[in-house]
């Protein structure tokens, strides 16, 4: 039986790259494809980010697929009337029903746009780490409110939150080592923070069951300095929701662009949830200019850790890669430099498609 997809390609340019995305997953295999809507798109057409019907859907596929969500219509809708849906509430439901605790992004330094990365080519060269961003805890989902002219929002971790963010993060050091020692830099503010004070007691503990990875604890503001001061000596960077938040944003820009950046959201089982990092980009929406490249990389990554098929996901990373080394650029990564050819998603897709025929 072929492997079961949901599509939740959502606002902006997501339908647009979610499309290209099927083209180039109808090129590495079977699967079945069942596209539903989310976000702003599921508000306009039943009040709601996400129906009970669509959530139902993603739980029962092997790996749900996102483009973005959100977009100055609702933001607007927001504007007008505090208590109108919002798009991302869908986002935060569907991370949130299917227990998807693991944000996983890979910040890899590509050669073909070292020069697109507003920092030195020498700083980045070499850069491969990767974000393992805890993502159903902490600040984003304690309680908030008002008291008068004062407003709140609550930080709170359970151990048994940390352990299991903290076993993802320590595996995923291991399978990315390659006969070096697996590195894990855990980061929090212990200095200040009672919840980063049981985040660094719990990574200690958990790092007793895995030997082999050399752990270290690293403050958070430090951490946002040495990510670009060095960031060839990180290796899997562990961070509790907003501080992996901020962090994993700032690593993008070690890349070149947001538009290259792809994630994973897992759980103990059951589908994960893979999405570019960057959001629903409405300046540039129906243009047909959006870098397509997050989202393959995303489906690489769905491949890898959501069907078991890692030939299948080298192949497409591999694919990105040698358009890139072409020359070929969507208008977020074009510089204008030699050797270099302005492509939209259209063309950027047929090369990547060529590439994999090959
Ligand atoms: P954004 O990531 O959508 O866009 C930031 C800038 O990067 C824009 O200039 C955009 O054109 C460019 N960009 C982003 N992705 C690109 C791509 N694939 N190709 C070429 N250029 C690209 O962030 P922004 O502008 O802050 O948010 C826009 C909307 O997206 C908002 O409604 C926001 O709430 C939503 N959003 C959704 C996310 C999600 O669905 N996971 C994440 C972040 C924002
Ligand atoms: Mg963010």
């Known amino acids: 039986m072929s492997q079961r997809i949901v599509l939740l390609p959502g606002d902006g340019i997501g339908p647009e790259i979610v499309g290209s995305t099927r083209e180039v997953l109808d090129a590495l295999g079977e699967f079945s494809f069942e596209e539903l809507l989310i976000g702003g798109i599921s508000i306009d057409e039943h009040g709601t980010a996400l129906t009970d019907e669509v ?51 890979p910040v890899a330094a590509i050669p073909a746009l070292i020069d697109s990365s507003p920092l030195r080519p020498g700083v980045i060269e070499g850069t491969d780490l990767l974000v393992v961003r805890e993502l159903t805890g902490g600040i984003y989902f304690g309680e908030s409110g008002r008291r008068g002219s004062t407003a709140f929002d609550e930080c709170a971790y359970s151990v048994e939150e940390i352990e299991r963010i903290a076993r993802v993060a320590f595996e995923a050091a291991i399978t990315r080592s390659s006969g070096g020692k697996p590195r894990l830099t855990s980061v929090d503010k212990a200095n200040v923070l009672e919840t980063s004070r049981l985040w660094r007691e719990t990574v200690t503990s958990i790092a007793g069951e895995f030997p082999e990875v050399e752990l270290e604890h690293l403050l958070v503001d430090n951490a946002a300095m040495q990510l670009v001061s060095r960031p060839t000596e990180f290796d899997v960077i562990l961070a509790e929701n907003l501080f992996g938040d901020i962090l994993s944003d700032e690593s993008a820009m070690l890349t070149g662009s947001l538009g290259m950046l792809p994630s994973a959201s897992l759980g103990e089982s059951g589908p994960g949830l893979f999405e570019p990092v960057h959001g629903s980009a409405p300046d540039i929406a129906g243009q047909g200019i959006a870098n397509p490249l997050a989202t393959f990389l995303s489906a690489a990554m769905m491949l890898r850790y959501g069907l078991g098929k890692e030939s299948e996901a080298g192949r497409l990373d591999r694919a990105v890669e040698a358009v890139l080394e072409r020359g070929f650029r969507t208008p977020d990564l074009f510089t204008g430099a030699a050797g270099e050819t302005e492509a939209g998603t259209a063309e950027v897709t047929r090369l990547v498609l060529g590439e994999l025929d090959r």
Do not use: I, M, T
Request: aromatic share 4%; charged share 25%.
């Open 55 to 105: 959530l139902d859907a993603c739980r029962s596929a092997d790996a749900v697929l996102l483009g973005a969500v959100g977009g100055p219509k609702w933001d607007e809708a927001v504007a007008r009337d505090p208590s109108a849906p919002r798009p991302e509430q869908g986002l935060l439901a569907v991370r949130k029903e299917l227990g998807l605790f693991a944000n996983l992004r």
